[in-house]
Structure formats: structure tokens, C-alpha cells
């Protein structure tokens, strides 16, 4: 099976003042290609903060990260630059669109930081847009929209790139259930009909139920990992 | 009562850098406005003082003329007027030689005979030495210490003295200190000897040659004049001086210092203005949270002006310590070049201090009244739910109206005439830095739409995220705006010193054609010397006319301050003058009609036009005479406020009671001239200086002030500097999310300090550019406000000045913005994130 992300002896802890917490210990988990791979866990148990290592937008503090059998902590800022855009796709909990950019800008980041022509990618924008239900929104600010949509925002600029691998943490934690099901929906097809790696972080036991597996994680330890399938 | 106050301490204490902003903006702002008004009076004591030397505490002076009788008259015929005049002291004044040693040169010293009791009251001196001083009779004289030491004469000396063709042996009984009539002896030696002894010496007795009265009232002024006049009818009877004149000079000196202060004020306010806008969006949570626990409307905004009130009150009690420090260095500054012999007096005015508290009170609430108003206007709901929609800067209005600001501040100026120019045209001043301020949102919008290609095709998509940035972006206009408004103020300062100083010093190197001037003499000297000077080695040519100060428009509420009586002949040989108008005939009819050709500053002060008739007081004696204007002309001379009319009605209608100047033009060096002159005419009293001497000296003179007037200017970019520092700060630390943001998706360190560089220099360019077009605008309204007080003086843009604004302001904002971004680029991105 081809292993996209492996993780080994990942520990991550903060200093608080004086204090040393450690949110993440020993974290041993791989990640195949085409998986949709749940992370559930107690609220603080330290999903979002495995997520962010996971994307290279923290580093941990002892342990190593394979992505495409790369090891993160040696890439260059560049190189793990060039990945984020291009292999991976972020859905954070919290949406963060750029708040002066537009829509169709926001989506269009990660190619306009690759450096390529925005033209080019009209149709794929299109698509997208099409897809999250949002075109006749593309030059509206984030302000200027719903959770929800935001939300949906934020997935159309993981895709646009058309990224190995998805991370979306709690994608639709501030959704109601309706738009959560459709975005739900929208990321297990994305899963299936281009056979893209995707792990989510959630605690709710539905949205896991669109994944084929479960890592559980208590108190910074995987606990428990279970194949739905 | 007691717990808002602390939440109000607590407020200005929590943000430091901002509260050091603030408080430095009001300091500097109150500081500069107290030691410009305070230097304002000390430099008009110090010309009161430095006319007052020669004519004492007195307002009145007769003198003979010389249509008058005899040079002496008789003090009887003021006794008339006794009952308004607190003294009437005469003197005879009179020239003595000295010779030194046997073989040397004799030197002549101006005596003055006077009382003792007199020269204490008219213009009191004191005394480093006496010999016998008590009775002051007889043939006694009272030296200059710079006498003293220069030929080694001590009191109880004798010092032998050839006066009226009488050689007469004095003795020294008094060495005076350098005050009162010895306070400048730079153009000639002074001394006093007991009235009697001249009179005696000339045979008139019991007479005087000058008069000095003082009144007791000084409303009383104009009827004690009037009556001294018919009483000496045919002598010349004037005021000591006038306070206008000192007022005119006084402004001369000051209105460029006034003018950087409203610019720095301006920027100070929109300092605090742009800081109160940042405080109130802080606060207003926490008023909300006051509103729905049943805080008044009132009480809220009574928090708000607090803070405001003690920002101003912190600021302008510092700014009273810094401004009164200012004045001192001022003062000590101008007192070695300008002020030479009158010393500099530093007085700190308590009700200036009282005032200098009160703008800044003033100055700090008015500039924090606009947000806290735009906050009364938010409802109450929204507040107490946070929900307030951020208020959209970008209006209609704010075009319109600043496009007006600056079409008044360029079209009022070129209609504004007489009194009110001045006003209207510093109103101007002010508008025009209003309307740049209201369209630099546009300017800036403008500016995308027109490059976003370029930048695109320049710097890739980086560069059209840079760009997008800008856009709608608070601080970044902020920063533009201090940025426009330093670049602006320092070309406009920069430009009118080195103009200044340019046009001065063409004053001698492209008007005038002669390279010595002789000027104050001695009553009907003059005429001899001008034929004598053919006979001196490498004299070529001499030129001599005629002028006088300070002549009154009696139909036109103004004065001129030099008008020149000149020969049509020559005069063009010896000084330059420019006209649009071929001026041949014109000169011509300057002699055949009583006619004037006026400069342009005067005829855009007074709105005049060819044939319009101008009435002139011309003598003290004469009603005012009728002159047509029958041209104009330009000098740099008298900095444009000057008049010519022909050398024939001149000497007829001030009846004598003018200024002859003798110009010489030398084949060899002018020093050698103007020694073989002196040598060889000594014995008459005159002053004389060679071109070139002059030049060194106005330069002397002006330098310090100059440099003061640029350490004004360099007090406002400082705090223009730290202004834009803490708002690049500030908008970086409001935008570190938006760069994690774009960081988690892919963007490299690389990529965002370029765009960040982009950004800054845009920003840096686009306030240099743009700084330059409002420097412009600022000088050439500067140009306005300068001739409403007579000085014209022609701005000379220098290319280099704008290449090194528009360089200082692209370096400012990169560098205000590197350093911030740096250290962002060193945060974790997931922590740039969360940070909210
Ligand atoms: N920057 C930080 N400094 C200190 N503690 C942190 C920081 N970020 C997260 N934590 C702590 O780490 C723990 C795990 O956080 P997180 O990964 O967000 O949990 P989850 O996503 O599972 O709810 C929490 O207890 C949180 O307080
Ligand atoms: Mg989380």
C-alpha cells in the first residue's frame, strides 16, 4: 500500500511560564493514498495541533513526519512552501479566507503563489465554484458571506490546486446540519471519484461515518484506530 | 466618578507606544507653538531694543532738515505741548577728529551732547570706569570701552579733539559699558560730551540740533506730533519709530515659522485623529457593555473626552517645558549672527503659557471629537452587540470636497488682495493638506486600477497581491498621508530657505551692477562726495540717488516700504531691473510727471493697474502728493516691495527728508577702493561696504535663522517618523493573521517579505510622489502668504530636492516596514492564526 503521511514518535509540548505541556505524545500513525481518515477525540485532546503538524503549519517538538516519504523538518521553507500548495489542501475549523481579498481571489490563492497564470484556471475556478454552489458570489468579500459559505470558500481553495492530500479540521463544526451534509457529501466524492487522501478532524460519530477509518485520541496518545470498513 | 477616572488611567496606560505617540504629537505641536510665539516677541523687543539704542525711550525726535533756517533751534517752542509730554531732551550732535598718534589718520567720533541727567532718563548707560564723574561740566567726555581698549585710554586720561576746526583737550571721566548709544559702535566711535561744551563750541548756546520727547500717553502721540510740527514748521519732526515697522519686520522673520507650525499642528492632529480612531474600535465593547448596564450616552462619551482632556493636558504642560527650552536655544541661535549688539531677551509670558495649554487642550479634543461623533451615530443595539458594520470611508462627498479644497487652495490665493490675503491665503495653505488628506483613499484606489497590469507583469501575481493589500487598507493610508504631508512640509521648507538665500544673494550678483555702497551720511554731504570720488584710484563710475523708507498710501490703507528717487539717466547702469514692459518710455515720463513704477508684489498687494493714482505722504510736513502708476517692474531688492519715481519729484516733495545712497563702480579691488575712501574721506560720517561684505553679512544674518526655521522642520518629521513607525507597526500586527492565512496555503517567506517590499515601496513612492506635487502646492501658497507680508520671494524648485523627498520617503517606508516583517516571518504560522 502506498503510505502518503507517516508520523514517528511525535511529541509535541507547549511552555507555558515556567511549565512544560505536552499536548501530543508519541504519535505512530500512517496514512495511505486514497484513505478518508477520521481523527476523533475530546475536545483539547490535541487533534487540531496534530492536524497543523501534519500540514507543516507547526513544528513538533521531537519526532518526524513523513509526507510522500519527505521528511518535513528538512524540507527547505520553500519546498514545504511549494508543497502546501501544490500536495496539500488545508480546511481549517475557522474558515480563514483572507478578509480583503474576494472569493474567486481567495480561491485562487494557492495557484497565484505557484506562480502560474489565474487565466488558465478560469474553467477549473468555475467548476469549483459551480460545485460549492457559490458563483454568483465570486467577487462578494468574505464579509460579505455566511459561515457555511465561507466554509465552502475554504474547500474550494483546497481543491483548486488539485492536492494529493485534504486536511480539514472540523469542516463543518460551525455548520448546520444541513450545509455539514452537503459538505460531507462533497468531500467523500472528492474521495472517491478522484481518489484524493483526506483526514478530518471531528468529534461528531456521523461525519466520521463518511471516512473509512477512525483514529481516536485521548489525552495526546492515539488510543484506538478502528477500520469502518 | 472616581471608578471611570481609573478606567481611563488604565486605558492610556495599557497602550504605551501609543500613549508616547499622542502625548509627543501635542508636546511637540504646543511646544513649537509656544517658543514661535514667544520668539515672535522676543525678536520684536529685540528691534524695539535695537532701534530704541539710537533714539532712547523717546517717541518724538526734531531734527533740522535742509530747508531749515539754522541746524540749531531753541527747545521754547515745545513747551506748548508740556502739559502731554513727560520729557523734552535736547542734544547737539556733532562729529569730532581724533588723532591718535601724530602721523596717523585721524578718526572721526560722533559726539553726542547731552546732560548727564539727560542721558539717564532719554537713554541711560552705565560705566565699567569713571574719573570725577559727579560734575559733568566743562570739557569732560565719556568714551566706549571699545574706544578705551582699541587706543589704550583709560578714565582721568586726556584725549585732544579737533571740533568745529577748534582743537580742544578733553578729559576722560567716564568709561561706559557697551549699552545704550555704545551698544554698536561697528559704524563709527560714539562719546558724550556736556551739551554746553558744543554749544559753546558752535557759538549757539542754549540751543539744540535734535530734539527727543516723550509722551505721556501714547494715544497722546499723533496730537503731539502734529502740534511740534507747526511749532518747527521748518524742521522735521517724527516718530522715534513706528510699531508698524517693527510689526512688518518682526513678521518678515516669523510667518515662515508660524507657517511650519500649522503644518506640523495639521499632522499632529491627524495623528491623534487617526490614533482616536483605533482607541474608540477598542473601547467599544466595553462601552457597549457600560450602555447595557444602564450607562448614560452622556457618560460614555464622558470617558472618551477624559482620555482625550488628559492626553492634552499631559502634552501641553510637557510641551509649556519643551517650548520655553525651544525659546532658549532660539535665542541663543539668532543672538551671535542677527541679533548682534541687541541682546536677545528670553521672556516667558505666563498667559503665552496659559495659551500654549489651551491649544493644546484644544488642538487634543478637536482632532479626537470626529471619532468619537462618528461613534454617537452608531445605535446603541449595535453597539452593546458588537455588531458594528466597520463605517465605509470611501464616500462621494469626500472627493467632491476635497477636489474643491484644492482648487480653492491653488485659484483663492491669485484674488485674495490687501488685509485679508494674508488670512485667506494660510486658510488655502491649511485646505490644501485637507483636500490631500480626503483624496488619498482615491489616490490610492486610482493607482491600482491604473498598474495593476504592470505590477503583474513586473512582479508576477506576487506583485498583484501586493497591490491588492493596498486597497481599503486603514493603515497603510494613514502612513501614506504622514508620509505626503512630511515629504510636502520639508520640500516646501527646503525650497524657500535655499530660494531665500538664492535670491538674496542675486540681489548681488544679477541686480546689482556696482561693487561699493556708501550710504548714511551726514545732512548735504552727498552732493560733495559724489564728485569727490571721481579723484579716488579705480573709482569708474558714480551713481548717487535717494531713497526713503516706509512711505504711507494714504488712498490705498498701506505702506511701501522703500520708494527710490532716481536718475532716469543712470540708473539702469547700476542696478538691474526686470519688466514685461519695455519701460524706456515709462522712465522718460517718470521725469516729466509725477509718476511711480511700482514691482509686481506691489501691485498684486494693493490690486493696482496702469493709471491708477496712488497718494503718497511723502514728507512729514506735506499733505499727501498724487502719483499716476504707469508701470512695473520686478527686483529681488527690498524683497519686491519697493517703488521708483524720478529724482526731480522725489527731492521736491520729501523736502530733503530722505536717504541719499552713493554707488560706486571700481576698475580695481573693491577693498582697496573702499579703504582709499575711507582714508581719504574718514572725516564724514557715512557708512560703506563693498558688495561683497554686505553679501557675507546678510548671510551671517540669516543662516541662523534658517537653521532654526530647519530644526523646526526636522522636531516635525521626527514625529512624523515615529507617527508612521507605530502605524506600520500597528498595521502589520492587524494583518498577522492575514499572512499566516497566507502562509498556510502555500506561501514562502521569500514570497511575502517581496510582497511586503512591493507593498512599502509602492506606498514609500507613491507619498514621495505625491509629497512632492503638495510641497509644490504648499510653497507656492507659502509664496501668497509671504507677499501679503511684502516679501516676494520666487520659489526655485530644485530637482534634487524632489529626487531626495521622494528617495527619503521610499526609504522610510521600506525600512518602517521591513523590521515588522521580519519578525512576522519568524512566527509559527498556526500561531499568526489563532492570534486574534
Ligand atoms: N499555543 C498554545 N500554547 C499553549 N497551549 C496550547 C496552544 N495551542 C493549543 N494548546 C493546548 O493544546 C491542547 C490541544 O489543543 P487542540 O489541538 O486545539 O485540541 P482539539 O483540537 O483536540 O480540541 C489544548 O489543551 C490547548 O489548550
Ligand atoms: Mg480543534
Same mark, same amino acid.
Given at each position: 500500500?502506498?503510505?502518503?503521511?507517516?508520523? /514517528?514518535?511525535?511529541?509535541?509540548?507547549?511552555?507555558?511560564?515556567?511549565?512544560?505541556?505536552?499536548?501530543?505524545?508519541?504519535?505512530?500513525?500512517?496514512?495511505?493514498?486514497?484513505?478518508?481518515?477520521?481523527?476523533?477525540?475530546?475536545?483539547?485532546?490535541?487533534?487540531?495541533?496534530?492536524?497543523?503538524?501534519?500540514?507543516?503549519?507547526?513544528?513538533?517538538?521531537?519526532?518526524?513526519?513523513?509526507?510522500?516519504?519527505?521528511?518535513?523538518?528538512?524540507?527547505?521553507?520553500?519546498?514545504?512552501?511549494?508543497?502546501?500548495?501544490?500536495?496539500?489542501?488545508?480546511?481549517?475549523?475557522?474558515?480563514?479566507?483572507?478578509?480583503?481579498?474576494?472569493?474567486?481571489?481567495?480561491?485562487?490563492?494557492?495557484?497565484?503563489?505557484?506562480?502560474?497564470?489565474?487565466?488558465?484556471?478560469?474553467?477549473?475556478?468555475?467548476?469549483?465554484?459551480?460545485?460549492?454552489?457559490?458563483?454568483?458570489?465570486?467577487?462578494?468579500?468574505?464579509?460579505?458571506?455566511?459561515?457555511?459559505?465561507?466554509?465552502?470558500?475554504?474547500?474550494?481553495?483546497?481543491?483548486?490546486?488539485?492536492?494529493?492530500?485534504?486536511?480539514?479540521?472540523?469542516?463543518?463544526?460551525?455548520?448546520?446540519?444541513?450545509?455539514?451534509?452537503?459538505?460531507?457529501?462533497?468531500?467523500?466524492?472528492?474521495?472517491?471519484?478522484?481518489?484524493?487522501?483526506?483526514?478530518?478532524?471531528?468529534?461528531?460519530?456521523?461525519?466520521?461515518?463518511?471516512?473509512?477509518?477512525?483514529?481516536?485520541?485521548?489525552?495526546?496518545?492515539?488510543?484506538?484506530?478502528?477500520?469502518?470498513? | 466618578?472616581?471608578?471611570?477616572?481609573?478606567?481611563?488611567?488604565?486605558?492610556?496606560?495599557?497602550?504605551?507606544?501609543?500613549?508616547?505617540?499622542?502625548?509627543?504629537?501635542?508636546?511637540?505641536?504646543?511646544?513649537?507653538?509656544?517658543?514661535?510665539?514667544?520668539?515672535?516677541?522676543?525678536?520684536?523687543?529685540?528691534?524695539?531694543?535695537?532701534?530704541?539704542?539710537?533714539?532712547?525711550?523717546?517717541?518724538?525726535?526734531?531734527?533740522?532738515?535742509?530747508?531749515?533756517?539754522?541746524?540749531?533751534?531753541?527747545?521754547?517752542?515745545?513747551?506748548?505741548?508740556?502739559?502731554?509730554?513727560?520729557?523734552?531732551?535736547?542734544?547737539?550732535?556733532?562729529?569730532?577728529?581724533?588723532?591718535?598718534?601724530?602721523?596717523?589718520?585721524?578718526?572721526?567720533?560722533?559726539?553726542?551732547?547731552?546732560?548727564?541727567?539727560?542721558?539717564?532718563?532719554?537713554?541711560?548707560?552705565?560705566?565699567?570706569?569713571?574719573?570725577?564723574?559727579?560734575?559733568?561740566?566743562?570739557?569732560?567726555?565719556?568714551?566706549?570701552?571699545?574706544?578705551?581698549? /582699541?587706543?589704550?585710554?583709560?578714565?582721568?586720561?586726556?584725549?585732544?579733539?579737533?571740533?568745529?576746526?577748534?582743537?580742544?583737550?578733553?578729559?576722560?571721566?567716564?568709561?561706559?559699558?557697551?549699552?545704550?548709544? +555704545?551698544?554698536?559702535?561697528?559704524?563709527?566711535?560714539?562719546?558724550?560730551?556736556?551739551?554746553?561744551?558744543?554749544?559753546?563750541?558752535?557759538?549757539?548756546?542754549?540751543?539744540?540740533?535734535?530734539?527727543?520727547?516723550?509722551?505721556?500717553?501714547?494715544?497722546?502721540?499723533?496730537?503731539?506730533?502734529?502740534?511740534?510740527?507747526?511749532?518747527?514748521?521748518?524742521?522735521?519732526?517724527?516718530?522715534?519709530?513706528?510699531?508698524?515697522?517693527?510689526?512688518?519686520?518682526?513678521?518678515?522673520?516669523?510667518?515662515?515659522?508660524?507657517?511650519?507650525?500649522?503644518?506640523?499642528?495639521?499632522?499632529?492632529?491627524?495623528?491623534?485623529?487617526?490614533?482616536?480612531?483605533?482607541?474608540?474600535?477598542?473601547?467599544?465593547?466595553?462601552?457597549?457593555?457600560?450602555?447595557?448596564?444602564?450607562?448614560?450616552?452622556?457618560?460614555?462619551?464622558?470617558?472618551?473626552?477624559?482620555?482625550?482632556?488628559?492626553?492634552?493636558?499631559?502634552?501641553?504642560?510637557?510641551?509649556?517645558?519643551?517650548?520655553?527650552?525651544?525659546?532658549?536655544?532660539?535665542? @541663543?541661535?539668532?543672538?551671535?549672527?542677527?541679533?548682534?549688539?541687541?541682546?536677545?531677551?528670553?521672556?516667558?509670558?505666563?498667559?503665552?503659557?496659559?495659551?500654549?495649554?489651551?491649544?493644546?487642550?484644544?488642538?487634543?479634543? +478637536?482632532?479626537?471629537?470626529?471619532?468619537?461623533?462618528?461613534?454617537?451615530?452608531?445605535?446603541?443595539?449595535?453597539?452593546?452587540?458588537?455588531?458594528?458594520?466597520?463605517?465605509? %470611508?470611501?464616500?462621494?462627498?469626500?472627493?467632491?470636497?476635497?477636489?474643491?479644497?484644492?482648487?480653492?487652495?491653488?485659484?483663492?490665493?491669485?484674488?485674495?488682495?490687501?488685509?485679508?490675503?494674508?488670512?485667506?491665503?494660510?486658510?488655502?495653505?491649511?485646505? @490644501?493638506?485637507?483636500?490631500?488628506?480626503?483624496?488619498?483613499?482615491?489616490?490610492?484606489?486610482?493607482?491600482?486600477?491604473?498598474?495593476?497590469?504592470?505590477?503583474?507583469?513586473?512582479?508576477?501575481?506576487?506583485?498583484?497581491?501586493?497591490?491588492?493589500?493596498?486597497?481599503?487598507?486603514?493603515?497603510?493610508?494613514?502612513?501614506?498621508?504622514?508620509?505626503?504631508?512630511?515629504?510636502?512640509?520639508?520640500?516646501?521648507?527646503?525650497?524657500?530657505?535655499?530660494?531665500?538665500?538664492?535670491?538674496?544673494?542675486?540681489?548681488?550678483?544679477?541686480?546689482?551692477?556696482? %561693487?561699493?555702497?556708501?550710504?548714511?551720511?551726514?545732512?548735504?554731504?552727498?552732493?560733495?562726495?559724489?564728485?569727490?570720488?571721481?579723484?579716488?584710484?579705480?573709482?569708474?563710475?558714480?551713481?548717487?540717488?535717494?531713497?526713503?523708507? %516706509?512711505?504711507?498710501?494714504?488712498?490705498?490703507?498701506?505702506?511701501?516700504?522703500?520708494?527710490? =528717487?532716481?536718475?532716469?539717466?543712470?540708473?539702469?547702469?547700476?542696478?538691474?531691473?526686470?519688466?514685461?514692459?519695455?519701460?524706456?518710455?515709462?522712465?522718460?515720463?517718470?521725469?516729466?510727471?509725477?509718476?511711480?513704477?511700482?514691482?509686481?508684489?506691489?501691485? %498684486?498687494?494693493?490690486?493696482?493697474?496702469?493709471?491708477?493714482?496712488?497718494?503718497?505722504?511723502?514728507?512729514?510736513?506735506?499733505?499727501?502728493?498724487?502719483?499716476?502708476?504707469?508701470?512695473?517692474?520686478?527686483?529681488?531688492?527690498?524683497?519686491?516691495?519697493?517703488?521708483?519715481?524720478?529724482?526731480?519729484?522725489?527731492?521736491?516733495?520729501? =523736502?530733503?527728508?530722505?536717504?541719499?545712497?552713493?554707488?560706486?563702480?571700481?576698475?580695481?579691488?573693491?577693498?582697496?577702493?573702499?579703504?582709499?575712501?575711507?582714508?581719504?574721506?574718514?572725516?564724514?560720517?557715512?557708512?560703506?561696504?563693498?558688495?561683497?561684505?554686505?553679501?557675507?553679512?546678510?548671510?551671517?544674518?540669516?543662516?541662523?535663522?534658517?537653521?532654526?526655521?530647519?530644526?523646526?522642520?526636522?522636531?516635525?518629521?521626527?514625529?512624523?517618523?515615529?507617527?508612521?513607525?507605530?502605524?506600520?507597526?500597528?498595521?502589520?500586527?492587524?494583518?498577522?493573521?492575514?499572512?499566516?492565512?497566507?502562509?498556510?496555503?502555500?506561501?514562502?517567506?521569500?514570497?511575502?517579505?517581496?510582497?511586503?517590499?512591493?507593498?512599502?515601496?509602492?506606498?514609500?513612492?507613491?507619498?514621495?510622489?505625491?509629497?512632492?506635487?503638495?510641497?509644490?502646492?504648499?510653497?507656492?501658497?507659502?509664496?501668497?502668504?509671504?507677499?501679503?507680508? @511684502?516679501?516676494?520671494?520666487?520659489?526655485?524648485?530644485?530637482?534634487?530636492?524632489?529626487?531626495?523627498?521622494?528617495?527619503?520617503? +521610499?526609504?522610510?517606508?521600506?525600512?518602517?516596514?521591513?523590521?515588522?516583517?521580519?519578525?512576522?516571518?519568524?512566527?509559527?504560522?498556526?500561531?499568526?492564526?489563532?492570534?486574534?
Amino acid at each position: 500500500m502506498n503510505q502518503v503521511i507517516v508520523t /514517528q514518535n511525535l511529541f509535541k509540548a507547549y511552555t507555558m511560564g515556567t511549565l512544560n505541556v505536552e499536548i501530543l505524545k508519541d504519535i505512530n500513525i500512517s496514512i495511505n493514498k486514497g484513505e478518508f481518515v477520521s481523527i476523533m477525540g475530546p475536545s483539547g485532546s490535541g487533534k487540531s495541533t496534530l492536524l497543523y503538524l501534519l500540514g507543516g503549519l507547526d513544528r513538533p517538538t521531537s519526532g518526524s513526519i513523513k509526507i510522500n516519504d519527505k521528511e518535513l523538518s528538512s524540507m527547505s521553507d520553500k519546498a514545504e512552501s511549494a508543497m502546501r500548495r501544490r500536495d496539500l489542501g488545508f480546511v481549517f475549523q475557522f474558515y480563514n479566507l483572507v478578509p480583503n481579498l474576494s472569493v474567486e481571489e481567495n480561491v485562487l490563492l494557492p495557484i497565484l503563489l505557484d506562480g502560474k497564470k489565474a487565466k488558465k484556471y478560469h474553467e477549473r475556478l468555475n467548476e469549483l465554484l459551480e460545485l460549492i454552489g457559490l458563483a454568483d458570489r465570486k467577487n462578494h468579500t468574505p464579509r460579505e458571506l455566511s459561515g457555511g459559505q465561507q466554509q465552502r470558500v475554504a474547500i474550494a481553495r483546497a481543491l483548486i490546486n488539485d492536492p494529493e492530500i485534504i486536511l480539514a479540521d472540523e469542516p463543518i463544526g460551525n455548520l448546520d446540519s444541513k450545509t455539514g451534509i452537503e459538505v460531507m457529501k462533497l468531500l467523500k466524492r472528492i474521495n472517491l471519484e478522484k481518489s484524493k487522501t483526506i483526514i478530518q478532524v471531528t468529534h461528531s460519530s456521523e461525519s466520521a461515518e463518511y471516512g473509512n477509518r477512525t483514529i481516536n485520541l485521548l489525552d495526546g496518545r492515539v488510543c484506538q484506530q478502528s477500520n469502518e470498513e | 466618578m472616581g471608578l471611570i477616572f481609573k478606567f481611563v488611567l488604565k486605558n492610556i496606560s495599557e497602550k504605551k507606544s501609543r500613549t508616547l505617540l499622542i502625548i509627543l504629537s501635542i508636546l511637540i505641536s504646543s511646544g513649537l507653538f509656544f517658543s514661535s510665539n514667544a520668539f515672535a516677541a522676543s525678536i520684536s523687543k529685540m528691534y524695539d531694543e535695537m532701534l530704541r539704542l539710537s533714539v532712547g525711550t523717546s517717541d518724538i525726535i526734531v531734527k533740522a532738515t535742509m530747508k531749515s533756517p539754522s541746524q540749531f533751534f531753541s527747545l521754547r517752542y515745545a513747551q506748548d505741548c508740556s502739559d502731554q509730554t513727560q520729557y523734552v531732551i535736547g542734544t547737539i550732535n556733532e562729529s569730532a577728529d581724533y588723532k591718535p598718534m601724530i602721523n596717523e589718520q585721524s578718526v572721526a567720533i560722533n559726539l553726542e551732547g547731552i546732560t548727564l541727567e539727560d542721558l539717564q532718563t532719554w537713554n541711560p548707560i552705565s560705566f565699567s570706569a569713571t574719573y570725577h564723574l559727579n560734575s559733568f561740566v566743562g570739557n569732560k567726555i565719556i568714551i566706549s570701552q571699545n574706544t578705551a581698549s /582699541q587706543y589704550g585710554l583709560k578714565a582721568g586720561d586726556t584725549l585732544d579733539l579737533t571740533i568745529n576746526s577748534n582743537k580742544q583737550r578733553f578729559l576722560i571721566c567716564g568709561i561706559a559699558n557697551p549699552v545704550g548709544i +555704545f551698544t554698536d559702535e561697528s559704524k563709527g566711535l560714539n562719546a558724550i560730551v556736556p551739551k554746553d561744551v558744543l554749544g559753546k563750541l558752535y557759538s549757539e548756546e542754549g540751543k539744540v540740533n535734535c530734539a527727543y520727547v516723550k509722551v505721556k500717553k501714547s494715544a497722546d502721540l499723533p496730537q503731539v506730533i502734529n502740534s511740534l510740527s507747526q511749532a518747527y514748521n521748518k524742521y522735521d519732526v517724527k516718530e522715534a519709530f513706528s510699531p508698524e515697522q517693527i510689526a512688518s519686520l518682526t513678521n518678515q522673520i516669523i510667518t515662515p515659522f508660524k507657517l511650519v507650525v500649522a503644518i506640523v499642528t495639521f499632522m499632529c492632529m491627524f495623528i491623534i485623529y487617526s490614533s482616536f480612531k483605533v482607541i474608540i474600535a477598542e473601547r467599544l465593547p466595553v462601552i457597549g457593555t457600560l450602555r447595557s448596564v444602564g450607562a448614560t450616552r452622556r457618560t460614555t462619551n464622558f470617558i472618551l473626552l477624559l482620555e482625550s482632556a488628559l492626553y492634552g493636558a499631559i502634552g501641553g504642560l510637557l510641551g509649556c517645558g519643551v517650548g520655553i527650552g525651544l525659546l532658549y536655544l532660539m535665542s @541663543s541661535a539668532i543672538s551671535s549672527g542677527f541679533a548682534q549688539g541687541a541682546g536677545v531677551s528670553v521672556q516667558v509670558n505666563p498667559l503665552l503659557l496659559l495659551s500654549t495649554l489651551i491649544f493644546a487642550f484644544i488642538l487634543c479634543l +478637536f482632532s479626537s471629537l470626529l471619532p468619537i461623533i462618528q461613534v454617537l451615530r452608531i445605535p446603541v443595539k449595535d453597539i452593546v452587540l458588537n455588531s458594528v458594520e466597520k463605517v465605509k %470611508d470611501k464616500k462621494l462627498i469626500n472627493v467632491v470636497l476635497g477636489l474643491f479644497f484644492l482648487t480653492t487652495s491653488i485659484v483663492v490665493p491669485k484674488f485674495a488682495f490687501g488685509k485679508m490675503a494674508i488670512v485667506a491665503d494660510t486658510a488655502c495653505l491649511v485646505i @490644501s493638506i485637507a483636500g490631500i488628506f480626503l483624496l488619498v483613499p482615491y489616490l490610492i484606489s486610482w493607482f491600482i486600477k491604473l498598474t495593476e497590469g504592470i505590477y503583474t507583469l513586473v512582479f508576477g501575481n506576487i506583485g498583484t497581491l501586493a497591490l491588492k493589500n493596498l486597497r481599503d487598507n486603514k493603515s497603510m493610508m494613514t502612513s501614506l498621508s504622514l508620509l505626503i504631508i512630511g515629504g510636502a512640509s520639508l520640500l516646501m521648507v527646503n525650497t524657500f530657505c535655499s530660494s531665500l538665500t538664492k535670491q538674496l544673494m542675486s540681489i548681488y550678483v544679477d541686480y546689482q551692477k556696482f %561693487d561699493v555702497l556708501i550710504e548714511k551720511m551726514d545732512n548735504n554731504v552727498d552732493k560733495n562726495l559724489e564728485h569727490l570720488l571721481y579723484s579716488i584710484d579705480g573709482v569708474t563710475g558714480v551713481y548717487r540717488y535717494f531713497e526713503k523708507d %516706509d512711505i504711507k498710501i494714504t488712498n490705498k490703507n498701506g505702506s511701501i516700504a522703500t520708494i527710490a =528717487g532716481i536718475d532716469i539717466t543712470k540708473h539702469l547702469d547700476y542696478m538691474r531691473i526686470d519688466s514685461n514692459m519695455n519701460l524706456t518710455d515709462e522712465l522718460k515720463q517718470l521725469e516729466s510727471e509725477r509718476s511711480i513704477l511700482l514691482t509686481y508684489t506691489l501691485r %498684486d498687494k494693493f490690486n493696482l493697474k496702469i493709471g491708477d493714482v496712488l497718494n503718497l505722504k511723502m514728507s512729514e510736513d506735506k499733505g499727501p502728493i498724487p502719483y499716476t502708476v504707469i508701470g512695473f517692474y520686478n527686483t529681488a531688492e527690498s524683497f519686491g516691495d519697493m517703488a521708483l519715481v524720478s529724482e526731480k519729484y522725489f527731492q521736491e516733495d520729501t =523736502g530733503g527728508q530722505y536717504n541719499a545712497r552713493i554707488l560706486v563702480k571700481t576698475s580695481k579691488n573693491p577693498r582697496d577702493v573702499e579703504n582709499a575712501i575711507k582714508n581719504d574721506y574718514g572725516q564724514y560720517h557715512f557708512s560703506i561696504e563693498t558688495r561683497q561684505e554686505e553679501q557675507a553679512g546678510i548671510l551671517h544674518q540669516i543662516n541662523p535663522i534658517l537653521s532654526l526655521l530647519m530644526g523646526f522642520l526636522v522636531l516635525a518629521m521626527f514625529i512624523g517618523l515615529i507617527g508612521i513607525f507605530n502605524n506600520f507597526i500597528i498595521g502589520f500586527i492587524s494583518r498577522r493573521r492575514s499572512l499566516g492565512i497566507l502562509r498556510s496555503v502555500g506561501m514562502n517567506k521569500l514570497q511575502m517579505m517581496k510582497m511586503i517590499l512591493i507593498e512599502s515601496a509602492t506606498v514609500g513612492i507613491l507619498g514621495g510622489i505625491t509629497g512632492v506635487l503638495a510641497g509644490i502646492l504648499l510653497a507656492n501658497n507659502m509664496t501668497y502668504i509671504l507677499q501679503a507680508i @511684502s516679501m516676494r520671494i520666487v520659489m526655485q524648485y530644485s530637482l534634487s530636492y524632489m529626487a531626495a523627498s521622494i528617495i527619503v520617503s +521610499f526609504a522610510v517606508a521600506v525600512i518602517a516596514s521591513v523590521c515588522p516583517a521580519l519578525k512576522a516571518s519568524q512566527n509559527s504560522i498556526i500561531q499568526s492564526i489563532k492570534f486574534e
